[in-house]
């Protein structure tokens, strides 16, 4: 199993672009999430999904989006790209959405 | 906002010793985690207890938690280098929130 997987590993946008981050996981997780990391802090979850058609908004959902069509993927975009966006972001999927959480390696993105 | 707080926030210790950190946090739990970073990449899942447990062994980590006191502790025994990396506590109820972290670093 490849786990949990994340493209792109390092993005650079210009203030005002959109992007999607990818996410897949091949483990038949229910649960899936993005979250972001900015320097010496904790993660803040971005938005979640409990299986393939529902998504719900975390703590910092403002300019993102997400979808979950299948259960394999779930792609965050990045509306308007703000330098205040500037973040590692990770994906990660669990069973159910109380369990072990299994992380993607991360996408570091800078917003010029 | 951040519900579970890790204490210290940087720790520094020989390799050999023993390390301990402390987690906090504020409301009632399902679960709580312990999970280890390095360097900025992905979390790795270390151990869970559950809100009825009172300790868990896993390997050289040792986890408590103190319900009445909402708080839980991860001690490291016989330190590696390799266990230098930032240690963040998870405290499950309705939402996940995460603390932190604690940085280990350990001298060789």
């Known amino acids: 199993n490849a786990g949990v997987t994340q493209t792109p590993k390092f993005q650079v946008l210009k203030t005002g672009q959109s992007m999607t981050l990818q996410c897949a996981q091949d483990m038949n997780h229910e649960y899936m999430s993005w979250y972001r990391q900015d320097p010496g802090m904790g993660l803040r979850l971005i938005h979640y999904s409990v299986g393939a058609g529902i998504t719900d908004q975390g703590e910092v959902p403002n300019g993102y989006n997400v979808s979950r069509s299948t259960t394999e993927d779930f792609p965050l975009r990045l509306l308007s790209a703000a330098p205040s966006q500037t973040s590692v972001y990770f994906c990660?999927?669990?069973?159910?959405?109380?369990?072990?959480?299994?992380f993607g390696p991360g996408t570091r993105l800078t917003v010029l | 906002s951040q519900q579970g707080e890790e204490d210290p926030q940087a720790l520094s210790i020989q390799e050999g010793e023993n390390a301990t950190m402390n987690c906090s946090y504020k409301?009632?739990?399902?679960?709580l985690q312990w999970y280890r970073q390095n360097s900025g990449r992905g979390l790795v899942h270390l151990i869970l207890?559950?809100?009825n447990e009172r300790e868990k062994h896993s390997g050289r980590l040792r986890v408590t938690l103190d319900t009445s006191k909402k708080s839980s502790s991860l001690l490291i025994t016989a330190s590696r280098a390799a266990d230098t990396a930032s240690y963040f506590c998870?405290?499950?109820?309705?939402?996940?929130?995460w603390g932190a972290g604690t940085k280990l670093i350990i001298k060789p």
């Open positions: 990660a999927s669990s069973p159910q959405g109380l369990d072990e959480q299994f």
């Open positions: 207890i559950r809100s």
């Open positions: 409301t009632s739990i399902n679960n």
């Open positions: 998870l405290d499950s109820n309705y939402q996940l929130i």
